[in-house]
């Protein structure tokens, strides 16, 4: 039996979800596969799902735990401590000799359980890296570098890298970062995300619904679709707006998504009148294709020192839209490396203020290199970034275990 453990999977449609439950849907072709997870605690919160359900032949059993709005830290803070014993539990009523279990690193006392529990009834435990602590901690600014808080979370973590059985990285700098916490290299394996090429392609300006309602669409439209959380580095984008409204009238921001830092944003747009600038909730998995499409350049960014640390699963998905990307990103993370091995768009380090307006000086001005770059993306995004391609690789490695 494989099982994939997690807070998050089918409802949930954010990015640990959708990829959870895709690369259990997808193994389950072949193989037994049980999830483990929570009620929906993200874009579902409120609904309530049943506790055992066969959805797309995986096995769902579904623990209990706290549902309160992770946006406030308390509150996310009794979620997960609640979510991690409840699922551990769940996995010592469940998991059997040999089993193999994958449980990703959110949140992040989940797996040290998880792993626990496999050990007692003798299962082999693989963690999934989304997230590297105590470096995301230090991102975020909840940590400084060197406290003591920071050196107990990692030992503790160099502690559990090294009494897994494998772990899967979803990027090269997180590879680099992973390998530095753990005694043997070679049970490191790299498998990236992917790309929902089924349901995002390239679509007209012209057919483009959101442009037309918002009344943009003669304007060149810069875009950030996704989680407006403390390590995503908005006020770079803020400051942007801003400066650039004078010399170019025609450009607009347009923000989508939710998180911590949303609401902060919409006070600051409202308090320094950034007329250039518009922030949206974000958007339902069915209407993804066309919010993607609502642009000429898509952005993502991060604040300083999050290479290895994260790695941007919408970048996938943008590049199966045709988008460029304009990547404000550590200069050695996994999106700025396949922004330029691909060509698909620029890298601009955190806090370059200077930088960034001049790479959207340029990109307004030379619209015929976007299209090459947004044909570029699509192409890459086929062949190197399919599930089928991905599922693969995580049934050959479960194989090699």
Not at 150 to 159: A, G, Q, R
Not at 277 to 283: A, E, V
Not at 349 to 359: C, F, R, T, V, Y
Request: glycine share 6%; charged share 20%; with cysteine.
């Amino acid at each position: 039996m494989i099982y994939i453990v997690s807070e998050l999977y089918y409802p949930e449609e954010t990015s640990t979800g959708h990829f959870l439950t895709k690369i259990a849907e997808g193994l389950a072709d072949k193989q037994a596969v049980t999830a483990l997870c929570s009620q929906p605690t993200y874009s579902q919160r409120g609904i309530l799902a049943p506790k055992r359900e066969v959805h797309n032949k995986v096995i769902i059993h579904r623990s209990w735990g706290g549902r309160l709005n992770k946006n406030h830290l308390a509150f996310r803070v009794f979620n997960f401590l609640t979510i991690s014993f409840s699922l551990s539990l769940s996995g010592l009523l469940r998991f059997g000799r040999d089993d193999k279990v994958i449980v990703v690193t959110n949140p992040p006392l989940l797996p040290f359980l998880i792993i626990i529990a496999a050990k007692v009834k003798r299962s082999k435990a693989v963690l999934l890296v989304h997230d590297v602590y105590p470096e995301v901690l230090v991102a975020a600014g909840i940590l400084e570098s060197g406290a003591f808080f920071y050196k107990l979370i990692l030992k503790v973590n160099k502690w559990l890298y090294n009494n897994v059985e494998r772990i899967i990285v979803i990027g090269r700098d997180m590879q680099k970062l992973a390998s530095s916490k753990c005694t043997d290299k070679n049970k490191i394996h790299l498998i990236t995300n992917w790309a929902d090429l089924d349901i995002i392609y390239p679509l007209p300006r012209s057919k483009n619904n959101l442009l037309s309602s918002m009344g943009l669409a003669n304007k060149f439209v810069v875009q950030y679709c996704g989680n407006m959380g403390r390590t995503h580095g908005l006020e770079y984008l803020l400051h942007a707006a801003e400066e650039l409204y004078p010399r170019l009238p025609d450009l607009h921001f347009l923000m989508i998504g939710s998180g911590a830092r949303k609401k902060w944003l919409e006070q600051q747009v409202s308090l320094r009148k950034i007329a250039n600038m518009s922030i949206l909730s974000r958007c339902a998995r069915d209407e993804l294709n066309e919010t993607l499409n609502a642009c000429d350049i898509a952005v993502i960014s991060f604040a300083q020192g999050m290479s290895g640390v994260s790695v941007p699963s919408r970048m996938y998905n943008i590049m199966a839209a045709g988008k460029p990307i304009l990547a404000i990103t550590d200069n050695d993370s996994e999106l700025a490396m396949v922004v330029r091995e691909e060509e698909i768009g620029w890298v601009v380090s955190p806090g370059d203020a200077e930088s960034l307006k001049n790479i959207l000086e340029l990109a307004v001005a030379n619209k015929e290199l976007l299209v090459g770059m947004g044909e570029r993306a699509r192409k890459v995004a086929q062949s190197k970034y399919s599930l089928h391609a991905v599922v693969d690789s995580y049934r050959d490695f479960l194989d090699s275990i």
